[in-house]
């Protein structure tokens, strides 16, 4: 059973960073693939960003560009630093891992079976 812990959220100014982990315990997960997805207020959760086993990556397009993510398979960890950020950025973030290995970074919520407990972030004008 893998647990996953998120940190690095807080409140920034926009245009301001900030650099979110999620580390991964009691087990491994370099075989997966891994991801981050954000929900705001009244909103559907989405994936911003998303990251294959390999280091194969996905964004969606309201981040392209301000958001990169990667991964520590030695740490167990994945991160999503966020730069340029913007008021519509706020939002609860989750960290999720793939429910299957070996495969390109999936998009869908459906696809990740372990998420954390999420961290706030938010953005103000």
């Known amino acids: 059973q893998v647990q996953l812990v998120e940190s690095g959220g807080g409140l920034v100014q926009a245009g301001g960073s900030l650099r979110l982990s999620c580390a991964a315990s009691r087990g491994t997960v370099r075989v997966y693939g891994m991801a981050w997805f954000r929900q705001a207020a009244g909103q559907e959760r989405e994936c911003v960003a998303a990251v294959s086993f390999s280091g194969n990556t996905y964004y969606a397009d309201s981040v392209k560009g301000r958001f990169t993510i990667s991964r520590d398979n030695a740490k167990n960890t994945v991160y999503l630093q966020m730069n340029s950020l913007k008021p519509e950025d706020t939002a609860v973030y989750y960290c999720?891992?793939?429910?299957?290995?070996?495969?390109?970074?999936?998009?869908?919520?459906?696809?990740?079976?372990?998420w954390g407990q999420g961290t706030q972030v938010t953005v103000s004008s």
């Open positions: 999720a891992v793939d429910r299957i290995s070996l495969r390109p970074p999936q998009r869908q919520k459906s696809e990740y079976d372990y």
